[in-house]
């Protein structure tokens, strides 16, 4: 009864056990919580995009299995997505070992040797006989985190964990945005060669028409020189059009994780650039804050230093640690018997008291929060100017598209004139030669246009953070 009086101190300390420094919570002035970053988007026009959610496979909405197979693979082997990988398993063991200390902790020893003590230390005035000595023991520890240190620091593990997820998450974005875009590349490229091919020979065949009625005395020689120049500048857009599918087909190699030697460009048959089936779905603001990586990366970035503050302030205090032991010590003949027996039973305190620096400490926390705040609030306004940006320069490039097509259409239907008119003998050559130039120049234009189109949708696919919903739990990293 005596004992379990002389540990009541003990248990009434432990019983005052609080966790020093502040709780985390995203401020109230914090910018994800402004109106403005849950509202509509500015750039939704109804046609082009619509305030459905984002689905978390963003690229089947191009309904192209060749398109799906492309970013499984990069999925799964792309070099980027390892590094990140490898860097949320970092911080999933360092979360174990943060969660460690909260357990007991226990050491066993044991040693033997040869020795002589001194006599005096024992006060004795006389020599001592050299003898066998051993120890053998158990000594068991618990930390009591009476100040909230060890329950700050695992907050702090768990907030570097999920910003880890985080930032798997949105390497997995980008490996997809890139994998779609270096595909639409290779489409686009292959498209607009296709159409240069085309509008080459139909210029070809304008060259021998017309070296054929100059041969005949019908028609004057300068028509032939320039039509073969009309020709020459067409063939001169091909090799650069050739050069930028194969620059995709590395890219794509590169995304799998392939070397650009080994890539199979068997695989990837594309003659047209992919369509969408629908108006992409941008939702809003709310749903954009909530979907994208970066800002839940921030988010835990700002969780992460605010804990920081609390592991600095409960080093201001002491730390107390209640522990056990039990062994034998003694000469190594009698180790075991009751006279080499000892046990200890009680708390340590240490404490380490504090100075300018352990103070300082805690405001370098502070400041650290503090920073950590701003940069979540600077990525929260980041994601709605790029999905904004994204948003306008998608729809501009569609209307731009609208009125090159239109342009094309007339350009057509002016080339078929001029070459009944040409045919007829009502009108020169030279006419003739103008309406299939423009022709072709609205032809190339529509084709890039169409490239451009393909490339600002994957930006605002990018811009609004969809696919990272795939991502692996951490039973999968282990």
């Not at 082009?48 to 299995?65: C, E, F, K, M």
């Not at 593990?157 to 270096?182: F, H, I, P, Y």
């Not at 194969?246 to 068997?266: I, N, Q, T, V, W």
């Amino acid at each position: 009864m005596k004992r379990t009086f002389a540990l009541l101190p003990v248990f009434s300390l432990l019983a005052a056990c609080t966790v020093v420094g502040p709780n985390h919570r995203v401020p109230d002035d914090a910018a994800i919580r402004s109106p403005a970053a849950s509202a509509p988007f500015i750039g939704v026009d109804g046609s082009a995009t619509s305030i459905a959610p984002l689905p978390p496979r963003w690229w089947s909405l191009y309904d192209d299995p060749q398109l799906d197979g492309l970013v499984r693979q990069a999925l799964s082997a792309n070099t980027d997505l390892r590094v990140a990988s490898a860097h949320l398993r970092r911080a999933l063991a360092q979360r174990d070992e943060v969660d460690a200390l909260a357990g007991p902790h226990a050491v066993a020893s044991a040693s033997a040797r040869r020795a002589q003590s001194a006599g005096e230390s024992y006060l004795l005035p006389r020599k001592l006989a050299a003898a066998n000595l051993a120890d053998l023991g158990v000594q068991v520890s618990y930390q009591v985190d009476l100040f909230g240190r060890i329950a700050r620091s695992e907050e702090a593990a768990d907030a570097n964990v999920g910003a880890g997820q985080a930032a798997l998450e949105s390497a997995r974005v980008t490996v997809v945005a890139e994998t779609v875009a270096a595909y639409v590349q290779l489409c686009a490229a292959t498209h607009e060669q296709a159409v240069g091919e085309r509008v080459l020979a139909l210029q070809q065949r304008s060259v021998a028409l017309v070296q054929r009625l100059a041969d005949a005395g019908r028609g004057p020689v300068t028509d032939v020189t320039r039509a073969q120049a009309q020709a020459e500048t067409l063939r001169a857009a091909l090799p650069l059009l050739e050069a930028e599918r194969s620059a995709a087909r590395y890219r794509l190699a590169a995304l799998l994780g392939e070397m650009p030697r080994d890539f199979d460009a068997r695989k990837v048959d594309c003659a047209q650039v992919p369509q969408l089936r629908a108006p992409v779905p941008a939702g809003d603001g709310a749903a954009l804050l909530a979907r994208r990586p970066d800002v839940r990366e921030m988010e835990r970035q700002l969780a992460f230093a605010s804990a920081k503050i609390g592991v600095a302030t409960a080093a201001l205090y002491p730390d107390i640690s209640i522990g056990a032991s039990v062994g034998f010590t003694g000469l190594l003949d009698h180790l075991g018997q009751g006279r080499t027996t000892r046990w200890g039973l009680g708390p340590l305190i240490s404490w380490s008291i504090p100075d300018s620096g352990a103070r300082a400490r805690v405001v370098q926390a502070e400041a650290d929060a503090e920073a950590a705040l701003a940069r979540f609030d600077g990525v929260v306004i980041n994601a709605i100017r790029e999905t904004e940006t994204a948003l306008a320069r998608y729809v501009r490039a569609l209307e731009s598209q609208a009125a090159l097509r239109a342009a094309r259409d007339a350009a057509d239907t002016a080339r078929q004139q001029q070459a009944r008119l040409y045919a007829a003998g009502r009108t020169p050559y030279l006419a003739s030669l103008d309406a299939e130039r423009t022709l072709a120049d609205a032809e190339a234009r529509l084709a890039r246009s169409e490239s451009a189109v393909a490339k600002e949708q994957v930006g605002l696919f990018l811009a609004l953070g969809g696919g990272w919903e795939m991502a692996v739990t951490d039973g999968d990293l282990r």
